[in-house]
C-alpha cells in the first residue's frame, strides 16, 4: 500500500479547505447565537451598535413574556402542543405510508409499477399555492375546518418520503426478504420486523425533515384553523410580533424556545442522520 505523498500544494490545499469550513460553520451559527444572546438583552441592547454578545443585564423577563403573551393570554403553551400533535402524527404517518409504499415500488413486480411512481413523482412538481384553494374547499366539505384531522390528513404521506424509502430500499438485500419468506414469515411481519429496523438512517432523515416541516408549517394552518385554541407555533409567532406591546428581546425569547424541539430532534437522531449515507454508499458498493 502507497504511502500518501503531501507535497506543499496538497497541505495548501488542506488547510485551504479547512479555513473554508471553519468560515462556513461560522457563517451558519451566527444567527443562531445571535438569537440565543438576544432572547435575554432588552430592545435597546438588540439595536445597539456595535452590537454586544454579553447581555448586561440578563432580561429572564423575555421569556416570561414570550409565555404569557403580550396580553397574558397564556396560549403558548397550547400552541406548543398543538404543534407536537401536529408534527408527530403526520411524522409516523409518513414514515408508516411511506415506508409501505417505497418497499413495494422497490421490492414488488407488478404492471404499471414505473407509470404509479412517476405519477407520485410528478406531484412533487405541483406548488402548494396551486392546490392550497382545492384543499381548502375539499376541507370545508368534509367538515375539517377547525380541527387537528384538518391540519393532519392533508399531509398524511409525502411524495418526496415515498422516493426516499425507495431509493434507499432498492440497495436492501432481497436475499434477506426470501429467506424470510422461506421461513413462513407473512409480507407485513417481512416489513415491520426486517425492512424497517433495518431502515433506521433513512427513517431518521425522513423523521427529522418531516417533522421540521410541520413545525415550521405556517400556510395551511392559517386557513383552516381560526380558533386560537389550536393555533400552532408560527401562527403563535406571527401573532406576537403583530402585537404593539411585543418587544425585539421577547421575540427572540420566542423564537428560542419554539427553535428548541426541533434542535432536541436533530441532535437525538444526528447519528442516524449523518451515518445514513455512508449506510447507503456501502451497500451499493
Known sequence: MSKEIKTPG???????????????????????????????????????????WIPNPVQFSNFYKAVAGTLNTWTFPRNMLNSFIVSIAVTLSTLLLAGMSGYGLAKFRFKGKNFVFITIMSTMMIPFEAI?????????????????????????????????????????????????????????????????????PVLATLAITTFRSQWDNLLWPLLVVQDAKLKTVPLYITSFSEEKHADEGALMAVALLSSLPMLIAFFALSKYFIGGSEVYESRKG
Open 132 to 200: 392550497m384553494i382545492p384543499m381548502y374547499m375539499i376541507s370545508q366539505k368534509l367538515h375539517l375546518m377547525n380541527s387537528y384531522m384538518g391540519l393532519i390528513i392533508p399531509y398524511l404521506v409525502s411524495a418526496f418520503g415515498i422516493f426516499q424509502m425507495r431509493q434507499y430500499l432498492l440497495t436492501f438485500p432481497g436475499e434477506y426478504l426470501d429467506a424470510a419468506r422461506v421461513d413462513g414469515m407473512g409480507e407485513l411481519g417481512i416489513f415491520l420486523k426486517l425492512v424497517m429496523p433495518n431502515s433506521a
Open 10 to 52: 496538497y497541505i495548501v490545499y488542506k488547510i485551504f479547505v479547512l479555513v473554508l469550513m471553519v468560515l462556513l460553520v461560522l457563517l451558519t451559527i451566527t444567527p443562531l447565537v445571535f438569537m440565543v444572546c438576544a432572547s435575554f438583552m432588552t430592545s435597546k441592547q438588540i439595536l445597539a451598535i456595535p452590537f454586544s
